[in-house]
């Protein structure tokens, strides 16, 4: 950018200032209040360890890595429909109707209410889930950790040669998550500080764009 092309951007930038000012506004109130509508959920976390029995051979690399490995499966094992099935199945503390009908949304709330971690080359899974109900978040825990252990087999088809093991038990939070309101306001007002420049300068944008398309050639 030349001194020129500099001087012009500043001056653009001064005509428009309101307009920047109104939309970084706008981006920061819009995601405060998307923030602030969000229904308070709890969290309770319980950690698993993957223990798999050592076969002739195998060095304890090879062990650490396939425990890993399987982390891996059980975790995509836990978002799958059929984990999800499973869960409802075994208990009725955690019904179908807490969850939305729609396949495609369920999911979606499936992914948002159970998160996992995986703790590289320990072979061990933090798994944290959130509700809205203090008590139904416990329940929830409580069953995906015994459902898990119960039927781990089915996603990693390892058979005996793993075991699942609880190192700790679900332990749920006496009040719910705090949301980090600051940090998503900051980011909704950075976002339209964004927006805003984006629009005053699109036409230069899209032409540059349109030039630098032009010049492309093949050798």
Not at 156 to 177: A, Q, T
Request: glycine letters at 6%; one cysteine or more.
């Amino acid at each position: 950018m030349n001194i020129m092309d500099y001087k012009e951007t500043i001056r653009i930038i001064k005509e428009k200032k309101w307009l920047i000012f109104w939309l970084t506004i706008f981006g920061a109130v819009l995601f405060f209040d998307l923030l602030v509508i969000q229904p308070p959920k709890y969290k309770a976390s319980s950690s698993i360890l993957v223990v798999q029995e050592q076969v002739e051979g195998q060095d304890i690399y090879s062990i650490s890595k396939s425990a890993q490995y399987i982390c891996q499966v059980l975790k995509e094992g836990i978002y799958s429909d059929s984990f999800f099935n499973k869960v409802i199945g075994s208990s009725d503390q955690i019904k179908t109707n807490d969850f939305p009908e729609k396949l495609k949304e369920r999911r979606k709330e499936w992914q948002k209410s159970v998160e996992v971690k995986i703790i590289r080359d320990l072979g061990l899974m933090e798994i944290n889930v959130f509700y809205s109900n203090k008590e139904k978040t416990e329940n929830l825990s409580m069953i995906v950790t015994d459902v898990l252990k119960n039927n781990h087999d089915f996603y990693h088809g390892s058979g005996e040669n793993v075991k699942l093991k609880i190192l700790n038990s679900p332990l749920v939070s006496e009040k719910p998550i705090s949301i980090n309101l600051w940090l998503g306001t900051f980011f909704g007002a950075l976002l339209g500080f964004c927006s805003a420049l984006f629009w005053i300068f699109r036409k230069r944008i899209i032409k540059e764009g349109s030039f630098l398309d032009g010049n492309n050639f093949s050798i």
